[in-house]
T-cell receptor, first 114, second 114 residues
Framework: GESVGLHLPTLSVQEGDNSIINCAYS??????FIWYKQESGKGPQFIID?????DKRQGQRVTVLLNKTVKHLSLQIAATQPGDSAVYFCAENTGKTGFQKLVFGTGTRLLVSP | DTAVSQTPKYLVTQMGNDKSIKCEQNLGHDTMYWYKQDSKKFLKIMFSYNNKELIINETVPNRFSPKSPDKAHLNLHINSLELGDSAVYFC?????????????FGDGTRLSIL
């Protein structure tokens, strides 16, 4: 399934499915992007990052795709598990050279059913 | 061993009071941040400190005063609390200010103003 993270939408998937969470970022000069996972009552947890000179990066069960032409970022989670249920945020670095300033998207809630 | 720790986890107080939130990181990072997350889960940068020096101040009311006694600590003092200050406040840290250094977050302080 797919979702666009604009107003904290919810993406519901079955355990074992692949999930795709999308994010539209605002600043064409942003040079660094991060995906975070936030579980209830916890702080955002780093998942994966990507620099603007790349268009794809893979981690364990997760892949981030960057399309700078349309300012779009996506997070793919393979074989989604109930423990993946959380709110997912994308963030872009809009800071000037040498100073990191992250601007976060509005988040997407992922619900994984057993 | 918690990497970024905040105290208290919950803070309930009345309008007009002054309160402080403490943050400590044991990651050896140079840069620390304060974020505010509102009821819609929107996460926004407030301040950033690098080696005890303020580098980002995002037009936060001057009732909010961060203090960094050393690079492992960044505390947030809030004067004359208002209803609109109710939110979850997150502390974060990164190795330094460079764009490709992911930020690591604490578990937040939920501030409720009565």
């Amino acid at each position: 399934g797919e979702s666009v993270g604009l107003h904290l939408p919810t993406l519901s998937v079955q355990e074992g499915d692949n999930s795709i969470i999308n994010c539209a970022y605002s600043n064409s000069a942003s040079d660094y992007f991060i995906w975070y996972k936030q579980e209830s009552g916890k702080g955002p947890q780093f998942i994966i990052d990507i620099r603007s000179n790349m268009d794809k990066r893979q981690g364990q069960r997760v892949t981030v795709l960057l399309n700078k032409t349309v300012k779009h970022l996506s997070l793919q989670i393979a074989a989604t598990q109930p423990g993946d249920s959380a709110v997912y945020f994308c963030a872009e670095n809009t800071g000037k050279t040498g100073f990191q300033k992250l601007v976060f998207g509005t988040g997407t809630r992922l619900l994984v059913s057993p | 061993d918690t990497a970024v720790s905040q105290t208290p986890k919950y803070l309930v107080t009345q309008m007009g009071n002054d309160k402080s939130i403490k943050c400590e990181q044991n990651l050896g990072h140079d840069t620390m941040y304060w974020y505010k997350q509102d009821s819609k889960k929107f996460l926004k940068i407030m301040f950033s400190y690098n080696n005890k020096e303020l580098i980002i101040n995002e037009t936060v009311p001057n009732r909010f005063s961060p203090k960094s006694p050393d690079k492992a600590h960044l505390n947030l003092h809030i004067n004359s609390l208002e209803l609109g200050d109710s939110a979850v406040y997150f502390c974060a840290s990164s190795q330094d200010t460079r764009a490709n250094q992911p930020q690591h977050f604490g578990d937040g302080t939920r501030l409720s103003i009565l």
